[in-house]
């Protein structure tokens, strides 16, 4: 599944190609992903120029002068790639959106649980339809001092905690588990029992995971591609993520493996405390 980095990464890909360019075709080959595709609203769309890319969480969204955004979410196995047009679309390609400059923005979803629809922002920019968001974990908003407070008297592990997207958007699986062996946190941990310098060492250590993340082009594990088609980088330097049985990189334990809220988890049982 694309995580926070891997969709930051096709976002600023697409901003290196999208603005300025006028739609001039759009093709759809599927009714319907999560929700139905609305046809007839992206062929409206058609002789609308590109505006510019913005990410929240891990929605895309593509502003249009005509006032509306596009709103793309890659949902587990969802990728947009630039194509010449003359590329042949296969079969889990279902959405073209033809640009002015003999490409084409193709949407490939082979389980179909992604996202397009298209919005109207408020003057502010903000899209009501994606509701309440928490902070994003790069912003100032998450802070050490907004995971304490949040956190007190808190039962839960601290993995889920951080996981929670009511609480901090966008830290996935595999940067939860990187993030808290970087930190020395045990993934188990009562959230509450967590000390105020805990909490600013693990939220440092989010944003300098996720930023390391995003500058070498996210994590690919199975289906993410970079809208280049290259794929993530990030995968070579995981040092607990899948790798059960493996020795700590730092101490030589046993990496272990357990499930947790749902998830497998990684970490090691010396190191993390
Ligand atoms: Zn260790």
Do not use: W
């Amino acid at each position: 599944m694309p995580e926070l980095p891997e969709v930051e990464t096709v976002a600023a890909a697409l901003r290196e190609h999208l603005p300025e360019r006028q739609i001039i075709g759009v093709v759809t080959r599927c009714e319907r992903l999560r929700r139905p595709i609305p046809i007839a609203a992206l062929q409206n769309e058609v002789n609308a120029v590109i505006c510019g890319v913005r990410r929240r969480a891990k929605y895309l969204l593509i502003d249009l002068d005509s006032g509306r955004t596009m709103v793309i979410h890659l949902g587990m196995s969802g990728t947009l790639r630039l194509v010449p047009e003359n590329e042949t679309a296969e079969r889990h390609d279902h959405i073209d959106i033809k640009l002015d400059d003999g490409s084409v923005l193709r949407y490939r979803d082979p389980r179909r649980f992604g996202l397009v629809i298209l919005v109207t922002p408020d003057a502010d920019g903000q899209i009501a339809e994606l509701g309440n968001l928490a902070p994003e974990p790069l912003s100032k908003e998450f802070s050490g001092e907004y995971l304490y407070n949040l956190s007190r008297k808190r039962t839960s592990p601290i993995k889920t905690f951080i996981m929670d997207q009511r609480r901090v958007v966008g830290v996935g699986n595999i940067y939860a588990c990187e993030s808290l062996f970087r930190a020395r946190i045990r993934p188990t941990l009562k959230t509450g029992t967590l000390s105020r310098k805990r909490c600013q060492l693990l939220v440092d250590t989010i944003k300098a995971v996720l930023t390391e993340a995003i500058a070498i082009g996210g994590t690919t594990i199975s289906d993410f591609y970079g809208v280049d088609g290259s794929e993530g980088k990030f995968a070579l330097k995981l040092k607990v993520y899948g790798r059960s049985g493996d020795i700590c990189p730092e101490c030589g334990t046993s990496i272990k493996k357990i499930t947790l809220g749902g998830r497998s988890t990684f970490y090691c049982p010396k190191c993390q405390k």
